[in-house]
């Protein structure tokens, strides 16, 4: 099958233009006059180069404007022509004029949004439909902004945890190679002069070892931890794999608790958005643990809304969820009963990033103390194995 692009007007005279597969032109031609299209032209497609999603602080700024200019009832395809005036990017710019030519082309909203589903979030067809039927486009859209800031500064919490203790691994990493390299071969030069049948302290004949073979061991360590982020790479084509990766950082001390309850907030406020958007509680599951980026919570959000879908609810389904809390489970359906599923939600995703926060410091805490005593425990070994020899010897001569 081949994609031909093709310009046609519609029964009205309206002028239409789109893509269409089909294993030839003359097939595609009478395929288009089956929908009761009068063909101009029509030719096969150009292949285009795969494209990345844009920006997380582009788009906030893109959704937020379009909020502004909906919300004082200037039509969709007119609100996103001047948007696009105003993009900072030319890639933006096309990409916004290329929605704008589709919308004119009768297209609806979510369909060419799901077209370039690879340069939005994964929810964001789905609330401007919703959004259009319900007269609330504006009001989503502000909701679905407050999400994404949400996603970005739950995923600078983690980013920031991660960071320090990595910067500080750099370092000690760094020094260490610095003393092997240039400060121990200086002390061996001196011990060799003190005669060949001098006996050195097993710590500090080890130390003499490992400098001289720093550069094969350097190598050797560069091997094992490329064939870690080798197997890292390798677990993430799979969901399997994914869920395999995930459950291992779930289970790092204070690191885990810290991905968990982020998790868990992007989940609750994507719920919160879809239920206004009026999905059905098992989308709703499938849609929000798909926008958190948890493999984990995707497969169990899967789980529940199957057995949702059988006539279940959500407390008897919970036993067989471990990644999602009873109390998140007790909250939502509560929510339900009361009519307060929203707010619930909102409030849920505060008390998870929250607990996130309060990880984040703990983990800060430790960590300072920890790596300052370690890296002082390297250097004052270091020092110790050095002048072992010299005590031994100024202990003979007294």
């Known amino acids: 099958m081949a994609t031909f692009e093709y310009s046609s007007l519609t029964a009205s005279g309206r002028l239409m233009k789109g893509t269409i597969e089909a294993i030839s032109p003359e097939q595609a031609h009478e395929l288009l006059s089956q929908m009761n299209l009068t063909v101009n032209e029509i030719s096969r497609a150009k292949h285009k180069k795969p494209k990345t999603a844009i920006g997380r602080s582009e ?11 909906t919300k004082a009832g200037i039509p969709l395809e ?13 890639s933006m710019r096309k990409l916004i004029n290329d929605i ?10 979510d369909e060419a949004i799901e077209k370039r589903q690879k340069f939005f979030p994964p929810l964001y067809g789905r609330i401007l439909e919703a959004g259009l039927k319900t007269g609330r486009l504006s009001e989503m859209l502000m909701t679905l902004n407050h999400h994404l800031e949400m996603n970005v500064q739950t995923r600078r919490i983690i980013f920031e945890a991660l960071c320090y203790p990595a910067v500080v691994v750099a370092v000690t990493i760094t020094i260490a190679v610095g003393i092997f390299l240039y400060i121990i071969p200086a002390f061996g030069e001196i011990f060799s002069d003190l005669g060949d049948g001098a006996r050195l302290p097993f710590l500090t004949q080890f130390c003499l070892d490992t400098a001289k073979n720093i550069v094969p061991i ?4 560069a091997l094992v931890t490329a064939c870690v982020v080798l197997l890292l790479m390798s677990l993430s084509l799979t969901p399997v794999g994914r869920r395999f990766r995930e459950s291992i950082f779930l289970k790092i001390p204070i690191l885990g608790k810290l991905h968990h309850r982020s998790a868990l907030g992007r989940m609750a406020e994507a719920m919160a958005i879809l239920v206004s958007a009026g999905c059905t509680m098992p989308q709703c599951l499938r849609l929000s643990s798909a926008a958190a980026g948890s493999e984990k919570l995707c497969f169990e959000s899967d789980i529940l809304a199957c057995q949702v879908e059988q006539g279940a609810n959500l407390m008897e389904a919970a036993y067989s969820s471990r990644m999602i809390p009873r109390l998140f489970l007790y909250s ?41 005593v370690f890296l002082g425990m390297f250097v004052g070994t270091i020092v110790l194995a050095m002048f072992l020899p010299m005590v031994s010897i100024i202990t003979a001569m007294m």
């Open 100 to 109: 704008a030519d589709e919308l004119d082309a009768g297209v609806s909203i």
């Open 218 to 221: 350097l190598i050797v360590a």
């Open 78 to 90: 007119r609100s996103l022509r001047e948007l696009a005036k105003d993009a900072s990017s030319a």
């Open 332 to 372: 939502v359906q509560l929510g339900a009963q009361r009519n307060e599923l929203q707010d619930n939600l909102h409030s849920l995703s505060d008390m998870y990033i929250r607990q996130g926060r309060t990880f984040q410091a703990r983990l800060q805490v430790l960590l300072l103390p920890l790596m300052i």
């Open 59 to 69: 788009f906030l700024l893109f959704n937020q404007q379009l909020a502004s200019i």
